[in-house]
């Protein structure tokens, strides 16, 4: 069964920094595209990061030059450094299989990871 375990959030002040993590079972991670997605209160789940089975990286223009996404095949885990964090920001944070931009299992997100910037 796909399996998706967030972890890594909490209450940082703006400016700060925080390093999400998110382990994957129940399918070959490896050749697989990853997403970090995050949904703030009455919006939509929005694509943050995603890393390639190559490594290539690509950004929603929110986090260009704050966040970094990095995967370790080996531990099936995917991981998201945010720096220079803004309290907009401030959402429940999930990663996911993804697919052009969408996520990959949609019935398998996990309990995701909350994320709050205070001013």
């Known amino acids: 069964q796909v399996q998706f375990v967030e972890s890594g959030g909490g209450l940082v002040q703006a400016g700060g920094s925080l390093r999400l993590s998110c382990a994957a079972s129940?399918?070959?991670?490896?050749?697989?595209?990853i997403g970090w997605y995050r949904q703030a209160p009455g919006q939509q789940r929005e694509l943050v990061a995603r890393i390639s089975v190559a490594g290539n990286t690509r950004y929603a223009d929110s986090a260009k030059g704050r966040f970094t996404i990095s995967r370790d095949n080996a531990k099936s885990t995917v991981y998201l450094q945010m720096d220079s964090l803004k309290p907009e920001d401030t959402a429940v944070y999930y990663c996911?299989?993804?697919?052009?931009?969408?996520?990959?299992?949609?019935?398998?997100w996990g309990q995701g990871t909350q994320v709050t910037v205070s001013s």
């Open positions: 129940g399918f070959t991670f490896a050749i697989n595209a």
């Open positions: 996911n299989r993804d697919v052009n931009g969408t996520p990959g299992y949609t019935t398998n």
